[in-house]
């Protein structure tokens, strides 16, 4: 487990998670992550589970309500947010974690503080519409700028520009026979 991430979850035990147990007592949390250090493996208790190594993220998404990444320090775009996103799981982050993911209170919630981000994962329990925009939102912005579509048209645009490559547009439906085709065998 990366450094940012021991201190992401020791931060969420410690400073944000009991002020989300006071509002929502019967709230879990699944601290899902590789080789997670002693400090972090002593963190589970009845209503918190350190799963250490998993072969797939995508069982913990589809089954999580919301997903949290306090993260205080680190660099670039954190693939734990776009994943989460990915699968239409609302996030709340902090400044740090939202570098490259979007707008606050549009994409994904960006917390300044522990208050803060207790506020906005409670308010994603109680708040449909909120929750609805912020997961479709998220979703939409990872299609948009990371599906293999999305970074194809980009390396696409990228060659003409330099033209480096010559490069034959295609059509959409073309595009989409070719997709079909790799996909369907």
């Known amino acids: 487990m990366h450094e940012p991430n021991v201190d992401a979850a020791m931060y969420l035990v410690k400073d944000i998670f009991p002020l ?47 997903s949290v990444a306090p993260l205080r320090y680190g660099a670039g775009i954190k693939g734990k947010i776009g994943e989460a996103m990915a699968h239409g799981v609302p996030v709340v982050t902090t400044p740090i974690g939202a570098e490259g993911y979007g707008v606050n209170m549009q994409n994904l919630l960006i917390a300044k503080d522990n208050e803060q981000f207790a506020e906005y994962v409670v308010r994603l329990f109680n708040d449909n519409d909120l929750y609805e925009r912020i997961r479709k939102n998220g979703w939409q912005l990872v299609y948009d700028e990371y599906s293999e579509h999305a970074v194809r048209e980009k390396i696409i645009s990228l060659l003409e520009r330099t033209r480096l490559c010559p490069v034959k547009r295609i059509s959409a439906l073309s595009r989409m026979k070719i997709y079909l085709k790799s996909k369907l065998g």
């Open 20 to 66: 989300i147990l006071q509002v929502v007592p019967d709230v879990t949390l699944k601290l899902v992550g590789d080789s997670p250090p002693e400090c972090v493996r002593q963190l589970s208790s009845d209503c918190i589970e350190v799963t250490g190594f998993v072969q797939s993220t995508a069982p913990y998404l589809e089954q999580s309500a919301v």
